[in-house]
């Protein structure tokens, strides 16, 4: 500004112009000081500064009784009102058109008073944050931009706050190559402000606005070589930005006093008394920072500006942005860290509905499809198997239904992937819906009629049909399709697009809020009560006769239902932006939790029950359908034939000598024992699923020495029941009988028996993890065992007896252990583990016909035997 006045005087000949600095410091109170003291004291015919719109006001307030025209750089549009400020003019543009006329490269909306323009421009704001002067904490004004996910962010302030602001914003990871801050003119000098390098880095990448300095005009180059000429020491890059503005503010001054002076004389000049304001002082004129036009209210007619860049301590122009509008690229910005990618304004917005590319949602499809086919393929089997008694005795039509209903459930999940079509919206919750009721809705008819039975309250009128109960699953369905019917047709519901800050994802939202709930609260509060009501069902009946258990496994599954229902429900309803996609998982997993537990419960475990059952009759179970005693085998012995040698089949064909014992033998006491136990199976041939759903039930056991077998089967109604009332705690002794005694034929449609050689048997008279009283009956090829629930009395007799024709497990851990030692001590016969009896044995001579001598309590039919039994030899021969 010092080098100004001769160009000043070069523009007016008649005049000449003298400059006094005084410096305010940035004080509004020093501001006023000086501006009475210097008017107080000399004449003053114009002012010029400052940059701060809050010391500026105060001054060009008083300016305005001593007629004093002002110039300025402050930015404040309260300098845009002629009344308040007659004399102010600036040789810079108005904010708002300045920089959002150029909102085609920073996109922003300043305030509420650009919010016509930036709707113009499509400009969104985001968070708009004001902090007062002297702030020294920017904390809370981070921490809203930084939850916007703006990544550009526009700064108007000084470059004294800048520095507070750049600390504060790095240490939030706020500064760095992802985010772009952008400044106005008065970070020109920023770097000027900045003593330590650490400062000076956050600022690499800043880019800020300016007006376009054309360097190449007359008048530049002028200053140019009068200031050089005057400070040859100093760097030509001083020359600019501010410094070129208060400059063309002292050639704007020096056109319009020539003009005033020509139009109303010096005198009216030098006493303030000439009637013009502010639009007939100023003159256009070309300055050091191009060509200055004015708008009525004084500000600058601004049509080109430019962005400059700061990096590695230096400015330079990135862009320019023309009269035309366009935006030509002169460098390319280099961005915090080095990068010269420009960032994006916003991170793409993240999709938080399920998507088929999303890697969760492909595996939890592919589950869910396994899922699928496995219920499919155990509905197969179902149907395939539809005789066996286990099947028949649960209601395969029920067992279908449910299947379906699981099925169902499963599909629906898969309805609502991607973006959602309008049928999709009501199509899920229908299938999801109707899907759980033929669930539930089997179960309660299942439920109810073992309730209805046990009650005795309609076992006189021949009890529940299953077209009955169907029909009563058909009702439900029924009502709960009219409520669906009013809610597709009243008060249908359509995927809308919802977009917020920072994620995008559609819902189904209704047409008619109240509706839609009413609608939606009726179905739960229905489906509800299905639930309540089914457990209530089981409950009552969870201590009815062990065939009935299912009743059990049917209130467990409602429990899980519940409880998995507490998760699922909120999750579906309450939608929780940040927290959108990983709800679905939870929900998802959730969802496949309670169906698959529902159908291991209500339908797999029989799949896998049965399936077993007919795996193990390839093995140690014969194709023999046994009657209700295992005695009947003695009349029928052709029926059974064990696996294994031509000698080991037992028919009496290859040994001769025991078939003539047998048969002669044949009711005799002691010759054959047994009775109903509560039995647990265990150990080999059981699934993995079925490992963990065996229970103790009412089972007859039965071994025949002389034809060197036991056999393990259901037990016939009568001793099934007394079986049942002692676990339910309705007795006290287990229900006993002399199978030798009774004789019967083989019911078709009743359940298989197994039967084990005495010569592959192995026991333990003491298994582990049995309770006291427990005689553990294995298998030896198999490693398949049988833990049998007797007195210890039982236990004694039964071990007496097999240890003259089974191998002892003597390793104390049963079948457990997979495998293990068996010995025989006495004359009894010595084999291997596993082994098919193979071995040595001698015996009295008083036994070669099989017929040992028995005690007074075997001779009373007691099946006590308390010689020794004949044994078998490798070839099964007597020995």
């Known amino acids: 500004m010092s080098v100004a006045p001769p160009a000043m005087n070069a523009i007016d000949p008649n005049h000449n112009y003298q400059l006094l600095f005084q410096d305010t410091g940035g004080v509004r109170v020093n501001a006023m000081n000086v501006f009475l003291n210097v008017t107080s004291q000399q004449t003053v015919h114009a002012l010029v500064g400052e940059y701060a719109s809050r010391v500026t006001l105060g001054v060009a307030l008083a300016a305005n009784n001593?007629?004093?025209w002002h110039c300025g750089l402050a930015s404040s549009m309260d300098f845009d009102n002629k009344i308040d400020f007659p004399f102010y003019f600036r040789p810079t543009p108005v904010p708002y058109r300045f920089y959002l006329a150029r909102a085609g490269l920073l996109q922003f909306k300043v305030s509420a008073t650009f919010s016509t323009s930036a709707d113009q421009l499509s400009v969104s704001l985001y968070s708009l944050q004001q902090y007062l002067p002297g702030t020294t904490d920017f904390t809370v004004y981070l921490d809203t931009i930084l939850a916007s996910g703006s990544k550009i962010i526009l700064f108007f302030g000084f470059p004294s706050d800048a520095?507070?602001?750049?600390?504060?914003?790095?240490?939030?990871?706020?500064?760095?190559?992802d985010y772009v801050w952008v400044g106005t003119h008065t970070m020109y000098n920023y770097l000027d402000n900045l003593a330590t390098e650490s400062d000076r880095r956050l600022a690499d990448g800043m880019m800020f606005s300016t007006l376009r300095e054309d360097h190449s005009t007359s008048q530049y180059q002028t200053l140019r070589s009068q200031y050089l000429a005057q400070y040859p020491s100093r760097p030509e890059s001083l020359v600019s930005g501010f410094a070129l503005t208060y400059y063309d503010c002292l050639l704007a001054l020096a056109y319009g006093f020539n003009k005033m002076t020509t139009l109303y004389g010096d005198a009216a000049v030098q006493t303030h008394s000439y009637p013009a304001g502010v639009a007939d002082f100023l003159v256009p004129f070309n300055g050091t920072t191009g060509s200055l036009t004015f708008l009525p209210t004084g500000s600058r007619d601004v049509r080109e500006c430019q962005i400059m860049n700061i990096y590695n301590n230096s400015v330079r122009v990135s862009y320019v942005m023309t009269p035309s509008g366009s935006v030509d690229k002169l460098a390319d910005p280099i961005f915090y860290g080095g990068s010269t990618t420009i960032p994006v304004d916003r991170p793409p917005l993240a999709i938080v509905h399920p998507q088929w590319t999303d890697a969760g949602v492909q595996v939890l499809s592919v589950i869910r499809g396994l899922m699928i086919l496995t219920m499919l393929g155990g509905t197969i089997f179902l149907a395939i198997n539809r005789a066996e008694k286990q099947i028949r005795q649960l209601s395969l039509p029920f067992l279908l239904v449910i299947s379906l209903g699981c099925i169902l459930i499963l599909i629906s999940e898969y309805i609502l992937i991607?973006?959602?079509?309008?049928?999709?919206?009501?199509?899920?919750?229908?299938?999801?819906?109707?899907g759980y009721e033929m669930v539930f809705a089997s179960a309660i008819a299942k439920t109810y009629r073992i309730y209805c039975i046990f009650d005795n309250s309609r076992i006189s009128k021949g009890g529940l049909k299953s077209q009955d109960l169907f029909r009563n699953v058909a009702m439900i369905m029924a009502f709960q399709a009219i409520l669906f019917a009013i809610w597709i047709f009243a008060f249908p519901v359509w995927p809308t697009l919802v977009t917020s800050k920072t994620a995008v994802w559609y819902e189904c939202r209704p047409t008619n809020v109240a509706g839609h709930w009413a609608i939606i609260g009726l179905s739960f509060a229905f489906n509800g009560v299905m639930l309540l009501f089914v457990c209530y069902l089981a409950y009552k009946t969870r201590k009815v006769d062990s065939s009935y258990r299912e009743t059990h496994w049917i209130l467990y599954t409602g429990q899980n239902v519940f409880v998995c229902s507490v998760v699922i429900i909120p999750l579906s309803v309450v939608m929780v932006e940040s927290f959108a996609l990983t709800a679905y998982y939870i929900r998802a997993v959730a969802m496949l939790f309670a169906v698959g537990f529902a159908y291991i419960a209500l339908v797999g475990r029989l799949v896998v029950a049965v399936w077993m059952d007919r795996r193990l009759s390839t093995g140690v179970v014969p194709a023999t359908k046994l009657s209700g005693t295992i005695a009947s085998v003695i009349d029928a012995p052709a029926q059974f034939k064990l696996k294994g040698a031509s000698t080991n089949e037992l028919m009496g064909r290859s040994n001769p000598v025991l078939g003539q014992a047998a048969g002669a033998s044949i009711g005799v006491p002691g010759f054959e024992v047994g009775g109903v136990y509560p039995v647990l199976r265990r150990g080999g041939g059981l699934g993995f699923f079925e490992k963990f759903t065996q229970t103790w039930h009412a089972t007859q056991?039965?071994?025949n020495m002389p034809r060197g077998i036991v056999a393990i089967s259901p037990p016939p109604p009568t001793a099934a029941s007394a079986a049942?009332?002692?676990?339910?705690?309705?007795g006290s002794s287990t229900a006993r009988s002399s199978v030798g005694r009774k004789r019967g034929s083989i019911a078709a449609g009743e359940e298989t028996g197994t039967v084990i050689p005495l010569a592959g048997l192995g026991f333990d008279a003491s298994p582990a993890g049995a309770p006291t009283g427990c005689l553990e009956l294995v298998h030896l090829g198999s490693g398949a065992a049988w833990v049998v629930q007797m007195t210890p009395e039982e236990v004694v007799v039964w071990s007496q007896y097999l240890k003259a024709v089974a191998s002892v497990i003597t390793t104390g851990t049963g079948s457990s252990t997979g495998g293990g030692s068996a010995a025989r001590s006495g004359n009894g016969l010595s084999s291997g583990g596993g082994g098919g009896g193979a071995g040595t044995a001698s015996m009295p001579a008083s036994t070669a016909l099989g017929r040992p001598p028995v005690s007074p309590d075997a001779a009373r039919g007691t099946g006590r035997v308390q010689s020794q039994r004949p044994q078998l030899g490798a070839g099964g021969d007597l020995e």
């Open 163 to 177: 520095k507070l602001i750049m600390r504060q914003a790095k240490a939030k990871g706020m500064v760095g190559p």
């Open 66 to 68: 001593r007629r004093l």
């Open 701 to 703: 056991v039965y071994m």
């Open 724 to 730: 049942a009332k002692k676990n339910t705690g309705g």
């Open 418 to 434: 991607g973006v959602p079509s309008a049928p999709a919206c009501h199509t899920s919750t229908v299938v999801f819906t109707f």
